[in-house]
């Protein structure tokens, strides 16, 4: 019986694409990442306001080299860089009752369900 080799050539790795990095399974940020979660949680996820946990976890996995190394400046922590006049949704259409989808006239019945002049239309 002949073996099956369907790859002849050499097969090269490559490094992830930016944005994908390894797990931590050391815990080596495990207290960063915490941190900025409890951040998140505790501004119902205005992520604006854990900039500096964001930038310490960033950081921390950069030193340990969980991902690749970069400036902070361009990854959009520059001192210049700075949210400003961010509101937060305060969720008035929802208070005044209103319900996504529910303006969309949909037909209560599957196709097939439907009259048979109906299919066309």
Known sequence: ???MNFSSSKQYVRPPQRGIFPLDHDAECKVFMKLYLECL???RDVHHKCREKSKEYLQCRMDHELMA???LD???FGRD???VGAE????SKEKAGFVAGKHI?????WWWERKRKDWFQ
């Open 1 to 3: 019986m002949s073996s």
């Open 41 to 43: 949680k505790e501004s």
């Open 69 to 71: 190394k970069e400036n």
């Open 74 to 76: 361009e990854m959009g």
């Open 81 to 83: 860089q700075k949210v």
């Open 88 to 91: 937060e949704y305060d969720k």
């Open 105 to 109: 006239d949909k037909p209560n019945s």
